[in-house]
């Protein structure tokens, strides 16, 4: 059964960095594009970032320029690597599975979400 555990999330101060690990498991992730959501407290989930099995990315607006995805398709990883991190960025951080079809599709495979807390 195909499973993707995330990781690296924590504690931060504003202007911090941080950088999650997404590992897949139980199937070969190379040819899904994979996304990376963030549900606040309350809120509703946004995708913030994504990337297709060629490499090409894309961005919500609020993470342009701070976030970048990566991904090492023979590791069956993708990263997101945040920088210049504000409050507003606190939230639960999970990698998708998905496809691009005029724009991110997810699939129904999640992992468990990481917490990134941005605070003094």
């Known amino acids: 059964q195909a499973r993707l555990v995330e990781s690296g999330g924590g504690l931060v101060q504003p202007g911090g960095s941080l950088r999650l690990s997404c590992e897949g498991s139980?199937?070969?992730?190379?040819?899904?594009?994979m996304g990376w959501y963030r549900q606040g407290h309350g809120g509703q989930r946004e995708l913030v970032a994504s990337?297709?099995?060629?490499?090409?990315?894309n961005y919500a607006n609020s993470v342009k320029g701070r976030f970048s995805i990566s991904r090492d398709s023979a590791a069956n990883a993708v990263y997101l690597q945040m920088n210049s991190l504000k409050p507003e960025d606190t939230a639960n951080y999970s990698c998708?599975?998905?496809?691009?079809?005029?724009?991110?599709?997810?699939?129904?495979?999640w992992g468990q979400g990481t917490q990134v807390t941005v605070s003094f």
């Open positions: 998708n599975a998905g496809r691009y079809n005029n724009g991110y599709i997810p699939y129904d495979i």
């Open positions: 139980g199937g070969d992730f190379r040819n899904y594009a």
């Open positions: 990337i297709t099995s060629g490499g090409y990315t």
